[in-house]
């Protein structure tokens, strides 16, 4: 069965508004877990790493001020996506490990218009 | 970094016939090399893995060969099925602390029936 879910799985909103996606690892504690981008017909792209209790570290050229990142428990890991513009739309998708297994989330895909 | 180039970008392949994706790496010290299948819209899913202590390893109709020399690996896909047909990534684990995870650009397999 799943092991890590994210809520939204689909999420429509205006451009200019704020829009948080939240990752969970089930049944298992997390401190670290990763936020991917995929724009469509293109491969995972590793945006930040998220770490329980300390701040993220971001990949370069990810802006950390429009994509923020909170790991406040060890179950939970939310990705706020702020001032979101169109370009913004894409599949987001967290994973976590377990030992030395990558687990995903199901994604959510955001639409900005 | 590490950097992760797949070839070929698309293949079709006629049922039962057998595919061959292929993948370089760039960092000497990546020691772990997953290969996933994303179906349109899901989450990806390990498909099979292989360590740099190992040459090749088999499972079912899917096998996977690692030259760490020529820093190159491969995935065989025999007796091609319809429901084989996705996208297919290879990826590249670096050895740090955050076990953090490059994928390639991704393969579509078609399987035609």
């Known amino acids: 069965g799943a092991v890590v879910s994210q809520h939204p799985s689909r999420v429509i909103c205006k451009s200019g508004t704020s829009v948080k996606i939240e990752c969970r690892s089930l049944d298992f504690q997390a401190t670290t877990m990763f936020w991917y981008r995929q724009f469509p017909k293109q491969s995972l792209m590793l945006m930040a790493t998220?770490?329980?209790?300390?701040?993220?570290?971001?990949e370069q050229g990810v802006e950390k001020d429009k994509f923020l990142i909170n790991h406040a428990s060890l179950t939970l890991s939310t990705l706020t996506v702020t001032s979101a513009h169109p370009e913004d739309s894409s599949f987001y998708i967290c994973?976590?490990?377990?030992?030395?297994?990558?687990?995903f989330g199901p994604g959510t895909r955001l639409t900005v218009l | 970094g590490e950097n992760v180039e797949q070839h070929p970008s698309t293949l079709s392949v006629q049922e039962g016939d057998s595919a061959v994706i292929k993948c370089t790496y760039s960092d000497s010290a990546s020691n772990y090399f997953p290969w996933y299948k994303q179906e349109l819209g899901k989450r990806p899913q390990l498909i099979i893995d292989?360590?740099?202590?190992?040459g090749e390893k088999k499972d079912q109709r899917i096998a996977v060969t690692l030259n760490k020399t020529a820093k190159h690996f491969s995935l065989h896909i025999t007796e091609t099925q319809p429901e084989d047909s996705a996208v297919y990534f290879c990826?590249?684990?670096?050895?740090?602390?955050?076990?953090?995870?490059?994928f390639g650009t991704g393969t579509k397999l078609q399987v035609i029936p």
């Open positions: 292989i360590r740099s202590n190992v």
């Open positions: 990826a590249a684990r670096n050895s740090g602390g955050y076990q953090k995870v490059t």
């Open positions: 994973s976590a490990y377990i030992t030395d297994t990558q687990y």
């Open positions: 998220s770490n329980e209790g300390s701040k993220a570290t971001y």
